[in-house]
């Protein structure tokens, strides 16, 4: 059976959040913990094996003990942990989340995009955004709190992308103004403050191309830490006219394409790579999985 499921959506480990305010348990688990490493670029140590590559992980003996960590989980009686380094560690390759997650194993995709994401929001934190004080990591790095006691929590931005579709067989791709010549991707945009992602959904195509849809459905979601994001997927039919009305300042060019020219993927019209979700909505749309 073909696992559909979005690349990044595979994570399989226990993410214990139970554990976070247990310091004892977080003291026993560090001495046989697994660490993952990444550098101030958001790269991590790869090895490659006769299987595949895979993650370089390093023993928690080999970390500073004053060094923050954050506790990203536990799997298979493995507790896992992510800090933050150079590039000490002699590995085949460092990649990033977009260019090594797809090809990783299920439980190691999970803890890279976790991993990542939490690092973004570390690095985005330093500062109390209420008062401007510095803030201290707690509660195993998913607290940070300033010394006015303000706490600050792991976010996450919600945004939906959306395959518009006219009900028989053709579908929207578009261009961004700001990708290369090339490549196309379904519609997207940022859900805005008092707004469900049904009502961004329409709100979005509208603005981006112009026409009006109905019968929007959800498809699943993906976390998308470039920095905070969380894919909703969605299918939506046209109603009405169809004609397409651009928005040139986002979308430099959106066409109709049926079925079959989506399939094609010729070398004028690029579809996401398998990493997206919206790789996975195309993929499913073609494949007439969804409507």
């Not at 403050?193 to 979005?204: F, I, T």
């Not at 997927?233 to 989506?262: C, K, N, Y």
């Amino acid at each position: 059976m073909t696992d559909r499921r979005p690349v990044l959506s595979r994570a399989v480990h226990d993410r214990a959040a139970i554990r976070r305010r247990d310091t004892d348990w977080l003291a026993a688990s560090w001495g046989t913990a697994q660490v993952l490493a990444v550098d101030p670029d958001y790269t991590v140590p790869i090895v490659e094996t006769d299987d595949g590559p895979v993650l370089l992980w390093r023993t928690a003996s080999t970390v500073d003990s004053s060094q923050e960590y954050v506790f990203l989980g536990e799997h298979d009686g493995t507790a896992y942990a992510v800090v933050r380094s150079a590039r000490d560690l002699h590995a085949d390759r460092w990649l990033g989340l977009r260019e090594i997650g797809a090809e990783l194993p299920e439980v190691e995709a999970g803890l890279l995009v976790e991993a990542i994401a939490l690092a973004q929001w570390h690095d985005r934190h330093l500062y109390c955004p209420r008062c401007g004080r510095e803030t201290a990591s707690e509660q195993a790095g998913w607290v940070r709190r300033c010394t006015q006691g303000h706490e600050q929590f792991p976010r996450t931005d919600p945004a939906v992308i959306m395959l518009v579709h006219d009900g028989a067989d053709r579908c929207i791709l578009g261009r961004q103004a700001v990708w290369p010549a090339g490549r196309f991707s379904i519609l997207a945009g940022f859900v805005e403050p008092g707004e469900s992602a049904e009502a961004a959904v329409a709100r979005e195509v509208f603005e981006e191309v112009g026409v009006t849809v109905t019968d929007v459905r959800y498809a699943g979601s993906q976390p998308w830490p470039f920095p905070s994001s969380l894919m909703l997927g969605f299918t939506a039919q046209v109603s009405g006219d169809p004609t397409l009305h651009i928005d040139e300042h986002e979308i430099a060019e959106a066409h109709w394409l049926t079925r079959s020219e989506v399939a094609e993927q010729p070398a004028y019209r690029r579809l996401p790579p398998p990493l997206s979700i919206a790789h996975r909505i195309i993929t499913d749309w073609v494949d007439g999985v969804l409507p």
